[in-house]
């Protein structure tokens, strides 16, 4: 996976650790500062630390190469297992039953390995029946005819030999393959794979060339696609491309064969997972909306989380909010931005939703609408906290 000369520190998300001077250049404390200040707070050595490093992740899960020496590990503070519960839901791969085998994954390698491994492989069977093709319009210069001729631009140019030519050429060279051939060459340029998903990531990556062009793509382009009986296999491949996408971020080095982050932004996923398993258990009465736009003027609006509707009389009943963090208790800044949500909607209710239990939970009224604080734990087996904070969200 890495070079032998490769160190490697690791941290745990939300805690802090220190580090001696000697461990950590300066060089690399700036990088850490400039380029990754969203995901890692870095104190540098001073008396106030005793002269050590502290370092603290901010709700990040992943690796960070720093230089040819030295990467960061990120380690997440849920369990590995709950992780793929999570990454179930968020990303739709519920009936893909890819969890069999993971159970036995230990660390964030493990699971980076485990599903670069298993994108890499469903590609290659992909190959193998052949890639998804449709027609795509073409002109081009010709010695000979093919499809249509531009009779116009032979009698502007007759002294032109080549004929304009417009046709449909049937191709694999579309989107839907290019998501699945710029995130194989993401992967395999992540530093992060063992020798036996590195081989297979390029064998699946060798396998395309050729066939497909390297185009940039982004998660955002594997949402919302065509998908039909030609092509219905590609939604679990695309919801996979776009879960190694949402979570590889530009390097601070140039250079075609630097190393990549991989960083899991788990408060975005804790948001993306409790949305998909409460569109999966919500009772039939009501419906669920996520990142709901509420406007209050002219280019200013607020973004909700979640909302459940009464589906009788289309009313907004719970605004819920969720915090990947552990606090002792919820913040007067959550508090007013909730309150303010439910105003803005006439909502009655709305909930802040941790992963884990506060020291003071909270339920009071403020004015006419209730502010509580719930669960949705990361602690125990998914279905269990998921039915537990459904039964407490309607008490």
Not at 18 to 35: A, C, D, M, Q
Not at 99 to 110: F, T, W
Not at 145 to 160: D, S
Request: aromatic share 12%; net charge positive.
């Amino acid at each position: 996976m890495n070079p032998a000369n490769l160190k490697i520190i690791e941290i745990i998300e939300y805690k802090t650790q220190s580090f001696s001077r000697e461990e950590i250049s300066e060089e690399v404390g700036i990088i850490l500062y400039e380029k990754y200040q969203k995901q890692v707070n870095v104190e540098f050595p001073s008396p106030k630390t005793r002269y050590q490093w502290k370092i603290t992740a901010q709700g990040y899960v992943g690796y960070i190469p720093l230089n040819s020496d030295l990467a960061l590990k990120i380690n997440p503070k849920v369990p590995i297992k709950n992780l793929f519960g999570m990454l179930e839901y968020a990303y739709n791969l519920k009936s893909f039953k890819f969890l069999k085998g993971l159970m036995n994954c230990e660390s964030v390698e493990d699971f980076y390995n485990h599903l670069a491994y298993i994108l890499a492989d469903t590609i290659i069977e992909r190959c193998r029946k052949e890639l998804y093709r449709t027609y795509l319009p073409k002109t081009e210069q010709l010695a000979y005819v093919r499809g249509r001729l531009n009779v116009q631009q032979i009698i502007k140019k007759p002294w032109n030999v080549k004929l304009q030519c417009e046709y449909e050429e049937h191709t694999a060279d579309i989107i839907e393959n290019q998501i699945l051939f710029w995130t194989l060459f993401h992967i395999g340029h992540s530093g992060f794979c063992t020798e036996k998903v590195s081989l297979i990531v390029r064998k699946a990556y060798h396998a395309m060339q050729g066939m497909v062009s390297l185009q940039p793509c982004s998660s955002e382009d594997c949402i919302g696609r065509l998908y039909h009986r030609l092509n219905e296999d590609y939604y679990i491949l695309h919801q996979f491309c776009r879960f190694f996408l949402d979570n590889t971020i530009p390097n601070h080095e140039k250079g075609k064969n630097t190393s990549l982050p991989f960083l899991v932004d788990m408060a975005r996923l804790y948001e993306m997972f409790v949305a998909e398993w409460l569109k999966k258990n919500l009772p039939h009465n009501f419906t669920l909306k996520t990142q709901e736009k509420i406007n209050i003027g002219e280019k200013i609006y607020f973004k909700t989380d979640l909302i459940l509707y009464d589906k009788t009389d289309s009313k907004p009943k719970y605004i819920l909010d969720t915090k990947y963090k552990n606090p002792k208790h919820s913040s007067p800044e959550d508090i007013a931005q909730v309150v303010t949500y439910a105003v803005s909607k006439s909502c009655p209710e709305t909930v802040l939703v941790y992963p884990t239990e506060l020291n003071h939970s909270l339920d009071k009224y403020i004015g006419k609408i209730r502010v509580r604080s719930l669960t949705f734990s990361l602690d125990d087996k998914i279905e269990d906290a998921g039915n537990t904070f459904l039964t407490k969200l309607f008490s």
